[in-house]
């Protein structure tokens, strides 16, 4: 009986230890993400979409000090385009440690700034949701107060996608330094300052820098954390090839009573090949697009083990049904998609006219995976249009081709990225599960996904450097990138900086 007492109150005081030590470290790290808040306000204050070449480089410029103020070795590696991406390095303190390489990238989607609810996308605003779940602008004094509050929201372009990852990492950093601790391993980094436009630079800029970029593994910070809220390692994304279909109609465009019921409208010759395509299901229709994939036993377990509420999921996105592509969210991701990404013919609201427009456009991205490469998928569709009756052209027609052809249409492939994947129990995937592991909460486990259905310039990295990779996601499922409104949830900057923190404290095998 004395024994059973004697262990039960060790036992007791052991919880209560490590209760208060786990206190200490929140508290610790709620501090240092709180110093550093003003100057990722500052970061997020300098507009970032690619286009503007000097808006890219005064990012750089701001990175490239705040690395420097932690330690790192830095550089501005050029690219023709005048936009530097940054390199930097942190080594560890013992000779002889292996290398990670971690990849994040600072440019920013384009921004359509009348659809923001605030004044500019690059005038980051704080929210708090209010009682009727509207998100209504608070103090940005709330981002310091005690008690913290998780909840509330930074609103401004790449908030989440993808700036807050450079704060989290140098927010582990200043925890290290505090604690007279360091790395396992030696650190470098890359900060793409293309990704939002697929990376063009990515690849020479490596090539040239070949042994800069020597590693042992990669680990890219990019993405969404699953719904959970869990910890979310990633093994691979599928690609993106983006096309051009434009269907011809007169040579200009002419008014619809004189010509309407005469000549064929172009919008509803694009809006009826369009759904030649796709089914009521949201499966392609498309011969051989979906060939290739073959999901095995232990692929689809894995897929079933994300634990994905799908109903929660439809909630959240304002749907009654899901496409049947695959039978849940990750199962759908698995295959290649095929998406309208943008319209447009003649004009609309206050600006219509009445008449039969010369020509329509449909924008397209196809998600790609290893298995269905950008262009034969391209090629499949291009066969499909042409079956339909189209003759395609290299450009707008000529008289020659008007003569000859009912049907005119044009079909251009634009940028493309691949697709890549890795196996999950490949040695740097092991070890950001041990990492990740060790930060989840009691009783859950960190999410693997067998491949996420965006896309990130893995490939680039992967062909050039022979290097297995795994993506760890930080931010809020609900972050709205690449939309308006995009926002990061502060309590992912604290749960995201304690998951680079123990990154970077678990030894690399």
């Known amino acids: 009986m004395e024994m059973r007492r004697f262990m039960y109150g060790w036992l007791l005081l052991s919880v209560c230890a490590l209760s208060r030590q786990a206190h200490a470290d929140d508290d610790a790290l709620i501090k240092a993400a709180q110093a550093n808040i003003p100057e990722f306000l500052q970061l997020l204050s300098i507009p970032n979409v690619a286009d503007n070449p000097g808006h890219i480089r005064d990012n750089a410029v701001f990175i490239e000090t705040a690395l420097k103020k932690r330690g790192f070795r830095t550089r501005l590696l050029q690219n023709p385009a005048n936009r530097p991406l940054v390199f930097a390095q942190l080594d560890a303190p013992v000779a002889g ?4 390489l971690f990849y994040i990238h600072f440019d920013g989607q384009p921004v359509i700034p009348e659809r923001w609810s605030q004044p500019s996308p690059f005038s980051p605003v704080v929210k708090q949701r209010d009682a009727n779940g509207v998100w209504t602008p608070v103090p940005s004094e709330r981002l310091q107060a005690t008690p913290f509050d998780p909840e509330l929201r930074i609103f401004a372009r790449s908030a989440s996608d993808d700036k807050a990852p450079i704060m989290m990492l140098l927010t582990a950093i200043d925890l290290l330094n505090a604690e007279d601790a360091a790395p396992e391993f030696n650190i470098k980094l890359i900060l793409d300052s293309e990704e939002e436009m697929g990376s063009p630079s990515l690849a020479g800029v490596v090539a040239s820098n070949r042994s800069l970029f020597a590693a042992d593994g990669l680990v890219i910070l990019d993405g969404p954390v699953h719904a959970s809220g869990r910890p979310t390692l990633l093994f691979g994304n599928r690609g993106i090839v983006q096309a051009t279909l434009v269907v011809y109609g007169p040579k200009v465009a002419l008014h619809s009573g004189h010509y309407g019921n005469y000549v064929p409208n172009p919008a509803m010759r694009l809006a009826g090949l369009l759904a030649s395509m796709k089914d009521d299901d949201g499966r392609v229709l498309v011969p051989g697009y979906y060939d290739g994939i073959d999901l095995t036993a232990s692929d689809r377990a894995l897929l079933a083990a994300s634990g994905d509420d799908d109903a929660a999921l439809r909630k959240r996105l304002g749907i009654a049904r899901a496409e049947r592509v695959g039978e849940t969210y990750q199962m759908s991701m698995q295959y290649p998609s095929l998406n309208v990404r943008g319209m447009a013919s003649a004009a609309i609201g206050d600006k219509a006219a009445n008449v039969v427009p010369s020509e329509a456009t449909a924008e397209l991205d196809l998600r790609t995976t290893p298995e269905a490469d950008g262009q ?11 079956r339909q009756g189209y003759h395609l052209t290299d450009g707008p027609p000529s008289d020659e081709e008007r003569a000859g052809h009912d049907k005119l249409a044009s079909f251009s492939m634009g940028k493309s990225e691949k697709a890549v994947r890795v196996p999950v129990d490949s040695s740097v995937g092991r070890w950001a599960y041990t990492a990740t592991e060790a930060v989840a909460t009691t009783g859950d486990k960190p999410v693997r996904i067998r491949m996420v259905g965006g896309t990130v310039p893995t490939a680039t990295l992967v062909d050039a450097l022979r290097l297995s ?33 123990s990154l970077l404290t678990t030894p690399y095998p």
């Open 469 to 501: 990779f795994v993506i760890v996601s930080t931010v809020n499922a609900d972050n709205n990138q690449h939309t308006h409104d995009e926002n990061l949830r502060m309590g992912n900057i604290i749960s995201g900086t304690r998951t680079i923190r």
């Open 376 to 386: 034969t998928l391209f090629a499949l569709l291009k066969t499909h249009i042409e």
């Open 97 to 100: 440690r292996r290398t990670v």
